[in-house]
C-alpha cells in the first residue's frame, strides 16, 4: 500500500510524487466557483459536475454518469467487484457556499492558494470548498485510486456526489426514491463532517436538524422621507430588529411557544461523557477573536454548539447601505433566520411553530411575510454496529490514538432522509477542523489534514471487510 511520507513545514519539497499531482488535481477542482445558490453561476456547477465524473473515470470506476435533475446535477461512479460482498456508498456534494464578503479574504476565493498557519505549519490549501466538502469528496477520490492501484478494493464502491447540498439538497430525495436499486447498500460513507484536532481524531456520532426561514416586513407602500414621515408610521427595519429581539429571553432561550417539547434531554452521564472530549474554552475565544462566549444559560458551551437547538439571524437587510447618507423609512426589510434542531424536533413542526410566533409579534401598521426555504431532521449515529467500529480501528491505525465520539452542530439533512429510504446508516468520517473557517471567508484545508484523510479511508475499507466476514 502507498505509504505517505509525513508532511513538514517545507510542505512541497517533503511531498511524494502522488502528493504533489493529488495537490494539484484537488487546487484545479477549487478553482471552479460552483456556487449553487446563485443561478448566475450555473454552468460552474455543471462544470464541477464534469470535472468529478472525470476524475472519477481517471481513477478508474467501471461506470460514471452526470445524472441530470431539476436543479444542479448528481454525479454517479461505481466499482463492483462481487454482489456477494457489502457495499459502501460516498456520498459527498461539489457545491460551494458564496465566497461573499469577498473584502474579507486575503486571497481570492477561487484563486487556492498554499499559506503556513500556526495551526497548519505544513501548509493549508485556502480557497472556498477547500473543507466544505470539495477537499473531503476529492480524498475519497484519491483514497480510491490508492485502493484500484494496490489491488486493494474488496468491497463493491459507489459514489453519489451532488451540486445541492449547500442549497438544501432539494432534488436529491426524489433521486433517492427513484433509484433504490442502484443507491443499494450496506452503509453509506461521508465526510462532510470534522474531527477534535490534528492529535486527537473523533467520530460524528450526531447531526442537528434545521429549519431555514426569511421573514420580511412591509410598512409603507415606498420608501419615505424620513423628515416628512418620521415619527408617524412604523418604520420596518425598526420593527423587524423589536420583533427579532422577542425571540430570545434574558436566558438565551428560544421564545417560540412549544419549541422545547419535543427536546431530547441527554443525561447526567451521557452529558459527562460528552465532557471528557478535550476543549479549551481560552482557545476557542481565541479562535474566532471574541472576549467571552453567549448562550443558553444551564448548558456548557460545547453543550450549546452540539446538543442543544438554536435560532439564529444570518441575514438582515432593508432600507438604504450604499455610500454617504440618504434619510428614508423604507418600505421592506428582510432576515433570514435559521434554527439549529436536535433529536425528536420535527423541523415542518418547528418551521410552523415560527411562522404562527413571528406573525404575532407584528405591530399594527405592517404586514409580515415568512417563508420556508428547508430544512431536515436531526441524526444520531450507533457506536455498535460494524462500520462504526471499522472507522474508530482506522482512526486508531493512522493517527496512533483512538477517535472520541463527537456530537456535530452542523446540519446534514439528507442523512435521516438516506436511512428512511434505502435502510442503512450513516458513518461520517469527518478531517476538517472547527478552525478551517467552512463557510467563512478565509476557508482552508490543512495538508496534514486532507493527506492523512487519503491514508486514513482505505483502512476503513480493510476493517469493514474484516468484520463483515466475521459475522457473516
Keep these: 500500500m502507498v505509504r505517505f511520507v509525513t508532511i513538514e513545514s517545507s510542505c512541497m519539497k517533503s511531498l511524494s510524487i502522488d502528493q504533489k499531482r493529488y495537490l494539484e488535481e484537488w487546487m484545479e477542482f477549487l478553482k471552479i466557483p460552483s456556487v449553487s445558490a446563485d443561478p448566475a453561476f450555473k454552468q460552474e456547477v455543471a462544470k464541477a459536475a464534469g470535472w468529478v465524473k472525470q476524475a472519477l473515470d481517471h481513477v478508474g470506476c467501471t461506470t460514471t454518469e452526470i445524472i441530470p435533475t431539476p436543479g444542479h446535477p ?13 457495499t459502501v456508498l460516498v456520498y459527498g456534494h461539489y457545491d460551494v457556499q458564496p465566497p461573499d464578503p469577498l473584502e474579507l479574504w486575503e486571497s481570492p476565493p477561487f484563486e487556492p492558494v498554499i499559506k503556513s498557519t500556526s495551526l497548519h505549519p505544513e501548509g493549508a490549501v485556502f480557497a472556498r470548498g477547500a473543507c466544505d466538502d470539495k477537499g473531503q469528496v476529492f480524498m475519497h477520490i484519491k483514497a480510491f485510486e490508492v485502493m484500484k492501484k494496490e489491488g486493494l478494493i474488496g468491497c463493491n464502491i459507489k459514489f453519489m456526489i451532488e ?23 450496506d452503509v453509506i460513507l461521508i465526510s462532510d463532517t470534522g474531527m477534535i484536532s490534528k492529535e486527537q481524531p473523533s ?25 416628512l414621515y418620521g415619527g408617524a408610521v412604523a418604520n420596518p427595519i425598526n420593527v423587524l430588529c423589536e420583533m427579532i429581539a422577542k425571540l430570545h429571553d434574558d ?38 477573536g471574541i472576549n467571552d462566549v453567549s448562550g443558553e444559560a444551564g448548558y456548557s458551551n460545547e453543550e450549546r454548539r452540539t446538543i442543544r437547538p ?10 438604504y447601505i450604499g455610500e454617504g447618507a440618504k434619510t428614508v423609512i423604507p418600505s421592506k426589510a428582510h432576515a433570514k433566520i435559521s434554527m439549529r434542531l436536535v433529536p425528536n424536533q420535527d423541523w415542518n413542526e418547528i418551521s410552523t411553530l415560527f411562522s404562527t410566533y413571528f406573525q404575532s409579534l407584528a405591530p399594527a401598521g405592517v404586514r409580515v411575510e415568512v417563508a420556508t426555504h428547508h430544512g431536515g431532521y436531526a441524526y444520531v449515529t450507533p457506536t455498535d454496529n460494524l462500520a462504526y467500529k471499522a472507522a474508530h480501528q482506522a482512526y486508531l491505525d493512522t493517527f496512533g490514538v483512538a477517535p472520541l465520539p463527537s456530537r ?36 482552508h484545508f490543512g495538508l496534514f489534514n486532507f493527506f492523512k484523510g487519503i491514508e486514513t479511508i482505505p483502512k476503513f475499507y480493510e476493517h469493514y471487510l474484516r468484520l463483515w466476514k466475521e459475522t457473516n
Excluded at 76 to 84: A, F, R, V
Excluded at 207 to 227: A, Q
Excluded at 408 to 435: A, Q, R, Y
Design 74 to 86: 448528481i454525479v454517479y461512479g461505481e466499482q463492483l467487484i462481487d454482489p456477494k460482498l457489502p
Design 163 to 185: 451540486g445541492e447540498e449547500e442549497v438544501g439538497s432539494d432534488h436529491l430525495e426524489e433521486f433517492v426514491k427513484n433509484n433504490k436499486s442502484k443507491l443499494a447498500c
Design 203 to 227: 467520530i460524528s456520532t450526531g447531526l442537528r436538524g434545521l429549519s431555514y426561514m426569511e421573514v420580511t416586513v412591509t410598512g409603507p407602500n415606498r420608501d419615505l422621507h424620513s423628515g
Design 251 to 288: 436566558q438565551k432561550r428560544v421564545c417560540i411557544p412549544g419549541f422545547y417539547d419535543t427536546v431530547e434531554e441527554l443525561s447526567k452521564t451521557e452529558r459527562e461523557e460528552m465532557a471528557k472530549a478535550p476543549f479549551e474554552i481560552s482557545e476557542f475565544k481565541s479562535s474566532i
Design 310 to 319: 438554536t435560532l439564529d439571524v444570518n441575514g438582515i437587510w432593508g432600507g
Design 408 to 443: 456535530g452542530g452542523g446540519s446534514i439533512p439528507i442523512v435521516p432522509m438516506f436511512e428512511n429510504e434505502l435502510g442503512v446508516k450513516s458513518i461520517l468520517m469527518g478531517f476538517g477542523l472547527d478552525t478551517d473557517a467552512i463557510h467563512s471567508p478565509n476557508e
